[in-house]
């Protein structure tokens, strides 16, 4: 009689799991019931942490819709968030940390809610898949004492950014604040033609911390660097300093880092005020 039993309870968990996935509209996914379908690949990691509102988590992701590959394959940081009902965020609650899945979702929908207004989702009624790779999460409190560490010192680096601007004006006479807000000195006069707004021009430059440790140089790899004045190619400081210059002039120009990059880029700390040699070789002619 007990092995009726078990028989009988096997069988109906067997149809039970037959009738979640046989009748989903997409083969080999389940349906959630906050709307969207969803697929795991490989093993599921169920000891691992699972993110919740406010985690920090890393993803491996992309987007695609029809045959479309709308974003590749790369990695983001985002906040978990609750933004409507069945998001992105809901489905990547149901991950752990190592897992792998793919996720159909309301095309249209996830457009309208997440994506910037101007953007159109332009496949119709077609779905929008989302293949992700969870790799690593950082706990709500954890994620919110280190971005508060962060914003000290990012504190703490716009006052070393005044001390650091004083000093090497103090240590380098001759250097006088323009009303675009740089600080320059006229190295070498030029006796070309000035710059036009939208003109290409081609320079030699080199860019140094305060500190004179180079961390930019067009002059040791020997070949100019060209741009369009006036086009947002360059950061602003760039551009408020060659506006102004002739073919032949040479500057050293301090940039105050709200002029430069402002909280930070690659190689460049955040709040460094920037120093540049700048030479202006020629006007380029269409």
């Known amino acids: 009689m007990k092995n009726v039993a078990k028989f009988v309870l096997i069988a109906l968990a067997m149809a039970n799991m037959f009738s979640f996935t046989a009748c989903s509209k997409y083969k080999g996914f389940k349906k959630d019931k906050a709307g969207f379908y969803y ?13 919740k509102t406010g985690d920090l988590v890393g993803v491996l992701m992309s987007l695609r ?7 590749p394959m790369m990695p983001n940081e985002m906040v978990m968030d609750s933004l409507y009902a069945g998001d992105m965020f809901t489905a990547l609650r149901m991950m752990h940390v190592g897992d792998s899945a793919t996720f159909i979702l ?21 779905p929008l898949y989302l293949d992700v790779k969870l790799y690593g999460l950082m706990k709500k409190a954890d994620f919110e004492k280190a971005k508060a560490d962060f ?3 990012l504190d703490e680096r716009r006052v070393k950014e005044v001390e650091e601007i004083n000093a090497y004006l103090q240590d380098n006479p001759g250097l006088k604040q323009m009303p675009t807000g ?33 961390f930019d140089s067009s002059v040791e790899r020997g070949e100019p660097f060209s741009f369009m004045v006036g086009a947002g190619q360059v950061i602003p400081g760039w551009d408020a300093t060659v506006a102004d210059m002739k073919v032949g002039d040479k500057v050293t120009v301090l940039i105050p880092s709200d002029l430069a990059y402002g909280e930070g880029t690659r190689g460049i ?18």
């Open 39 to 51: 697929q795991f690949h490989g093993d599921i990691h169920d000891t691992a942490d699972q993110p």
């Open 65 to 71: 819709a029809g045959d479309s590959l709308l974003f």
């Open 106 to 126: 309301d095309g249209p929908q996830f457009f309208e809610k997440m994506m910037n207004p101007s953007q159109e989702y332009s496949f119709g009624e077609d």
């Open 151 to 153: 914003e000290a010192q």
């Open 182 to 214: 740089v600080y320059l000195k006229n190295v070498k006069k030029g006796n070309g033609p000035k710059v036009e707004p939208m003109q290409t021009v081609k320079v030699h430059y080199t860019g140094k911390f305060t500190d004179g440790v180079v």
């Open 269 to 286: 700390p955040p709040y460094s005020p920037l120093v540049f040699d700048i030479e202006l070789l020629e006007i380029v002619k269409e």
